[in-house]
């Protein structure tokens, strides 16, 4: 069965850091990603990472802030977000799929969903 579990969110003052870790069980995936979503507003795409780490992708928002790794042995990926805003406080999900490449923001092209882990940043 596979599963997608969430950990490291939590309260940061604005300009702060806060480490995401999402580790996967029960397969490999091509791709890795991370999406958000803020109360009121759409589910919006952050990250994601192809295969070892060859090929990362992020959003407009958070290049420069956010970086994305993967550690295939633990078959974990990570989102190591500096700088923090509040406008980035959402809820954070772990997505992981066979994405066609080119569609790697496209949320419904994930297959696997984690329940997600709430990041709060406060002005």
């Known amino acids: 069965q596979v599963q997608l579990v969430e950990s490291g969110g939590g309260l940061v003052q604005a300009g702060g850091s806060l480490r995401l870790s999402c580790a996967a069980s029960?397969?490999?995936?091509?791709?890795m990603g991370w999406f958000r979503q803020a109360p009121g507003k759409e589910r919006e795409f952050v990250a994601a990472?192809?295969?070892?780490?060859?090929?990362?992708y992020y959003a407009d928002s958070v290049k420069g802030r956010f970086t994305i790794s993967r550690d295939y042995v633990k078959n974990t990926v990570y989102l190591q977000m500096n700088s923090l805003k509040p406008e980035d406080t959402a809820v954070y999900y772990c997505?992981?799929?066979?994405?066609?490449?080119?569609?790697?923001?496209?949320?419904?092209?994930?297959?696997?969903w984690g329940q997600g882990t709430q990041v709060t940043v406060s002005s």
């Open positions: 997505a992981a799929g066979s994405v066609p490449w080119g569609r790697e923001v496209v949320a419904d092209r994930y297959d696997y």
């Open positions: 990472i192809r295969g070892s780490g060859g090929s990362t």
């Open positions: 029960g397969r490999t995936f091509a791709i």
